[in-house]
Protein backbone atom coordinates (compact mmCIF):
# COMPACT_ATOMS: atom_id res chain seq x y z
CA UNK A 1 0.00 0.00 0.00
CA UNK A 2 1.00 3.20 -0.71
CA UNK A 3 1.89 6.35 1.35
CA UNK A 4 -1.58 7.88 0.95
CA UNK A 5 -3.52 4.35 1.28
CA UNK A 6 -3.18 3.84 -2.23
CA UNK A 7 -2.94 0.20 -3.54
CA UNK A 8 0.77 -0.03 -5.66
CA UNK A 9 0.99 -2.86 -8.45
CA UNK A 10 3.81 -4.91 -8.54
CA UNK A 11 5.78 -5.95 -12.29
CA UNK A 12 5.33 -3.01 -13.61
CA UNK A 13 7.04 -2.71 -17.20
CA UNK A 14 7.06 0.27 -19.12
CA UNK A 15 8.08 -0.44 -22.86
CA UNK A 16 9.18 2.64 -24.86
CA UNK A 17 12.38 2.36 -27.64
CA UNK A 18 15.37 4.42 -25.81
CA UNK A 19 16.10 6.64 -28.94
CA UNK A 20 14.14 7.60 -31.81
CA UNK A 21 14.56 10.19 -35.00
CA UNK A 22 12.40 13.40 -34.63
CA UNK A 23 8.90 12.58 -36.17
CA UNK A 24 9.15 8.98 -36.49
CA UNK A 25 6.19 6.87 -34.85
CA UNK A 26 6.58 5.24 -31.32
CA UNK A 27 5.41 2.60 -29.88
CA UNK A 28 5.05 2.60 -25.89
CA UNK A 29 3.28 0.01 -23.66
CA UNK A 30 2.39 -1.05 -20.09
CA UNK A 31 2.80 -4.10 -19.05
CA UNK A 32 1.18 -4.79 -15.46
CA UNK A 33 -0.17 -7.46 -12.89
CA UNK A 34 -3.18 -6.30 -11.22
CA UNK A 35 -3.08 -9.30 -8.65
CA UNK A 36 -6.78 -9.94 -8.79
CA UNK A 37 -7.82 -6.11 -8.50
CA UNK A 38 -9.75 -3.77 -10.83
CA UNK A 39 -7.61 -1.39 -13.00
CA UNK A 40 -8.39 2.53 -11.91
CA UNK A 41 -6.56 4.51 -14.35
CA UNK A 42 -3.52 4.28 -16.65
CA UNK A 43 -1.60 7.62 -17.37
CA UNK A 44 1.22 8.85 -19.62
CA UNK A 45 3.54 11.92 -19.30
CA UNK A 46 5.94 13.88 -21.16
CA UNK A 47 7.72 15.70 -18.18
CA UNK A 48 5.14 16.61 -15.70
CA UNK A 49 2.08 16.94 -18.49
CA UNK A 50 -0.29 14.17 -19.33
CA UNK A 51 -1.00 13.23 -22.81
CA UNK A 52 -3.08 10.07 -22.25
CA UNK A 53 -5.42 8.66 -19.86
CA UNK A 54 -7.08 5.79 -19.78
CA UNK A 55 -9.52 5.00 -16.47
CA UNK A 56 -11.87 1.53 -17.81
CA UNK A 57 -14.51 3.50 -15.28
CA UNK A 58 -14.72 6.86 -16.97
CA UNK A 59 -16.97 7.73 -20.21
CA UNK A 60 -15.07 8.22 -22.45
CA UNK A 61 -12.94 5.89 -20.79
CA UNK A 62 -9.41 7.54 -22.94
CA UNK A 63 -8.72 10.88 -22.78
CA UNK A 64 -6.04 12.54 -24.61
CA UNK A 65 -4.50 16.01 -23.57
CA UNK A 66 -2.87 17.87 -26.80
CA UNK A 67 0.93 18.78 -26.35
CA UNK A 68 2.66 20.15 -29.07
CA UNK A 69 5.02 17.10 -30.77
CA UNK A 70 2.45 14.52 -29.23
CA UNK A 71 0.12 12.71 -31.70
CA UNK A 72 -1.54 9.67 -30.35
CA UNK A 73 -2.82 7.22 -33.12
CA UNK A 74 -6.12 5.70 -31.45
CA UNK A 75 -7.24 3.57 -33.86
Known sequence: MGPDGSLCLRNVNVIVPEAVERGSRVE???LYDLEQEVLYSVKWYRGDREFCRYS???VPPLKI???PGIEVDVS
Open 56 to 58: PRD
Open 28 to 30: MKC
Open 65 to 67: FRI
